[in-house]
């Protein structure tokens, strides 16, 4: 049933492959390697949606799936991985003080993602995103997070970079990494460096089903950076 699911979400079938790994939490509730599928895929699958109320229920399912999963190895590298992931993706569309206070949470999970296995793509990832979000907060987002939380640890644009090139350097087929890195590049006022990862990232096979939207807003990026 494992191999099906991940048969299907290769395809990719996301919605197909989550199901079925539901089959399989039936049958064994503590499969972590599915619970951690679980949690990814209701992340992936919930960033699709239009309705506000699915966009919650996915996001909620997969923080859920991400809890039970670090209640049965709280040391396992992709389930702290996961609730990262998820814990990001939801905190997207809240307001400053619940963005900034879900903030050091991933930091936490995503610190341990790595800690466990230094050749997780996905934490180093999230860690390149989770600096440039942070570093790039707006003063008065920057004076909330002193006041509401005495700060947050450090972050820079260069160190979002190096997490970048890190995931990068375990793993070359990632698109969404691709995207990321050419924003903080661009940012980092590296245009021609920014450039040439968007259109690097055009030559690699789709892996997700958000993988063509993503390179669709690479093109855009390119001709607007040109």
Same mark, same amino acid.
């Given at each position: ?80 991985? /996961? ?9 997207? +569309? ?16 995503? !610190? ?41 640890? /450090? ?9 970048f090139e ?5 793993? +070359?087929?990632?698109?969404? +990494? ?10 980092? !006022?590296?245009?021609?460096?920014a450039l ?13 089903? !958000? !993988? ?15």
């Amino acid at each position: 049933m494992i191999k099906e699911a991940d048969r299907l979400e290769n395809l990719p079938n996301e919605k197909a492959a989550f199901a079925k790994f539901k089959e399989v939490l039936k049958i064994n509730p503590i499969n972590i390697y599915s619970l951690n599928k679980c949690s990814e895929l209701c992340s992936r699958i919930g960033k699709r949606q239009t309705n506000p109320k699915l966009i919650e229920d996915y996001y909620s399912a997969a923080k859920t799936y991400a809890g039970t999963a670090l209640r049965v190895n709280p040391s396992n590298s992709e389930s702290n991985c /996961v609730m990262a992931i998820a814990l990001g993706r939801s905190s997207l +569309n809240k307001s400053g003080k619940e963005k900034i206070s879900s903030a050091k949470e991933i930091k936490k999970y995503v !610190d341990a993602a790595i800690k466990n296995d230094p050749g997780n793509f996905k934490a180093w990832h999230v860690l390149g995103r989770w600096n440039y979000e942070i570093s790039t907060l707006n003063v008065f987002e920057k004076a909330a997070v002193k006041i509401l939380f005495g700060g947050l640890p /450090v972050s820079s644009l260069s160190e979002s970079i190096r997490a970048f090139e890190k995931a990068h350097s375990i793993t +070359n087929g990632f698109i969404l +990494n691709y995207f990321e890195m050419a924003k903080a590049y661009k940012k980092n !006022d590296q245009k021609s460096k920014a450039l040439a990862t968007l259109t690097k990232m055009l030559t690699i096979p789709n892996q997700t089903e !958000d !993988d063509p939207t993503i390179k669709e807003d690479g093109r855009k990026l390119i001709k607007e950076w040109k």
